[in-house]
C-alpha cells in the first residue's frame, strides 16, 4: 500500500494506491486571479495550508478506517521549487514518523503510469500533453525516449497563456474548450511542425493579437485548438508510423480535452494502432499518479533515504529508469 503525495505545482495532492488500484485520491488546487499566472511562492503556502487536511482524508476509507501505508512516494520533480519542497517535506516527515521507505517519484513518469495502469498498452507510443510536458516518448533501453516534442512552450502553456490575456477563468485549457464549442470560423493562424517537433509561441502570439483586435472570443479559441491540436496530431502521425508502434496512449492535464482526443483517436485509427486515453478524472496533475508510479517504482528497487531526498525542478524523462515498461 502506498501513500503518493503530489505537490509539483498548482495542486498538492495525496492517494492512497493498493496493489495497483486507487483506493483514496485527494487533491486541492491553488487557483490564481483570473489573468494573473501561478506565483510560486503563493502556491507553496495554499500547499501549506491544506497538506494536513489532505492527507487526513487521503488514508482514511468513506467508512472511518485508517490506512496504514507501507511505502511514501513523493513528486521529486520536474516542477516549481518551493512546491515541491512543500510534497518533499511532508513525505519525508511522514516517512520517518511512520519509519516506512521514502521513494522519489517523476512526475512526467507517473502521468504515463497512471493512464497505463489504467488501460491495456504494453509498449506504446506515449503522448504527454500537460502545462509542463508536450512530448512524444516510446520506451527504450530501460528509459522513456523522447521522440517529439515541442521546441518552445508547451500546449498547456498555450491555452494557460491566451486565458490569461483573455481574462478567462483558469484552467485556461477547460475554459478555451468550452468557448471553442459555440466558435465556427477558422482564423488564419500560424502552423508549425518541424518534423516531429510542433513549435507553439508564433501561434500565440498571433492569437493573443487576434483576440486584442476585436476577432471574437469563441472563433478565436476554436481556431487556436484547431491548429495547436493539428499540429500535435501530424507529429504523433509522422512519430507514431516512424516508430512502428500499434498503441497510442495520451496523457497529461490537456488530455481532458475531448476535441484533442477525438483527433489523436483518429490518428491512431488510420494507422490501426490501438488507442488509450487516460480517464479525465486522473488526466491532470494528482496524488493517485505519484501513489502509482511510486508502488511500481519501489518494486523495481527505488528508494531513498530522508537525507538524500532531495527534489529536482528541472528533471528530463529521459534521465530516469523505468524497468517496469514495456509491460507484460
Ligand atoms: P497538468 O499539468 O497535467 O495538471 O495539466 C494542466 C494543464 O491541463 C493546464 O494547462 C490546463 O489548462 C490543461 N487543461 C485542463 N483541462 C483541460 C481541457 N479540458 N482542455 C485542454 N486543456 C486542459
Ligand atoms: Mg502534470
Known sequence: MCLGIESTAHTFGASIVNDGRIITNVNRTYRPPPGIGIHPRKASEHHVTVSEDVVAKAIKSPNGHQFHPDIIAYAAGPGLGPCLRIGATVARALASFLDRPLVPVHHGVAHLDIAMSLGKARDPLA?????????????????????????????????????REAKLPPPGGRSVEDLAKRGHRLLDLPYTVKGNDVAYSGLLTAAVNMFHKGAGVE???????????????????????????????????????????????????????????????????????????????????AKVSNADSYVIPRWRMDEVDVPWVPRN
Open 127 to 163: 503522448v504527454l500533453i500537460s502545462g509542463g510536458h508536450t512530448a512524444m516518448l516510446v520506451h527504450l533501453n530501460n528509459r522513456w525516449r523522447v521522440y517529439g516534442e515541442t521546441q518552445d512552450i508547451t500546449l498547456g502553456n498555450v491555452l494557460d497563456m491566451f486565458g
Open 219 to 301: 472563433d478565436v479559441c476554436f481556431s487556436l485548438q484547431e491548429i495547436a491540436f493539428s499540429m500535435l496530431s501530424e507529429a504523433v502521425e509522422r512519430s507514431l508510423v516512424q516508430t512502428r508502434r500499434d498503441e497510442v496512449v495520451v496523457a497529461g492535464g490537456v488530455a481532458a480535452n475531448s476535441r484533442l482526443r477525438e483527433m489523436l483517436e483518429s490518428v491512431a485509427k488510420d494507422h490501426d494502432a490501438s488507442f488509450y486515453q487516460v480517464p479525465v478524472e486522473y488526466s491532470g496533475d494528482c496524488g493517485a499518479q505519484i501513489a502509482c508510479s511510486g508502488s511500481l517504482a519501489f518494486k523495481h528497487g
